[in-house]
T-cell receptor, first 113, second 110 residues
């Protein structure tokens, strides 16, 4: 069955370290998204991509980067982790033209100490 | 920019009907989506309104009124498993940013 996976599921890192969170989907969706979820803020869009080599900044992109070298993967990199980036991160994907219906991965809980 | 508002909590009993409201401020958007999220889980898509009016999907219905900048999710025949958080979300016409509301936590009591 097609699916969307995230790894690792849990990560503890130190302030200042570079961290990469993986997202892999097997639906062949063109659209992929990264969100963070914090109590009281719902989901906030970090970056999104509408196809290979396409990336766009979302609402809270500072301190994060993404690259899209193939359809299946959209890794999220925290260049220099900060305590304010402690959060739960969700990756999502959707087919072209139906970005309103996104399929979410299980999430990665990141703690920056 | 865009912003969405939802009540933080709603409580209802099993078998009842509950309405979760979403009001928004945006200069233009494609449509309003609704997602469900159980504690510790990932959001799952429930419904989408591109046009004004009611969309029905089984026990769940969603409504949109662009003139009133308002939408709601209606859950009928509530079940214990409906206890979860519910989020409205929209994509604006310009920056194509997706914006989610803060979420409404629904508690279904026996």
């Amino acid at each position: 069955d097609a699916e969307i996976t995230q790894s690792p599921r849990h990560k503890i890192t130190e302030t200042g370290r570079q961290v990469t969170l993986a997202c892999h989907q097997t639906w062949n969706h063109n659209n992929m998204f990264w969100y963070r979820q914090d109590l009281g803020h719902g989901l906030r869009l970090i970056h999104y991509s509408y196809g290979v080599h396409d990336t766009n900044k979302g609402e809270v992109s500072d301190g994060y980067s993404v690259s899209r070298s193939n359809t299946e993967d959209l890794p999220l990199t925290l260049e220099s982790a900060a305590s304010s980036q402690t959060s739960v991160y969700f990756c999502a994907s959707s087919p072209t033209g139906t970005s309103y219906e996104q399929y979410f991965g299980p999430g990665t809980r990141l703690t920056v100490t | 920019g865009q912003s969405l508002e939802q009540p933080s909590e709603v409580t209802a009993v099993e078998g009842a009907i509950v309405q979760i409201n979403c009001t928004y401020q945006t200069s233009g958007f494609y449509g309003l989506s609704w997602y469900q999220q159980h504690d510790g889980g990932a959001p799952t898509f429930l419904s989408y309104n591109a046009l004004d009016g009611l969309e029905e999907t089984g026990r769940f219905s969603s409504f949109l009124s662009r003139s009133d900048s308002y939408g709601y999710l209606l859950l009928q025949e509530l079940q214990m498993k409906d206890s979860a958080s519910y989020f409205c979300a929209l994509r604006d016409n310009y920056g194509q940013n997706f914006v989610f509301g803060p979420g409404t936590r629904l508690s279904v009591l026996p």
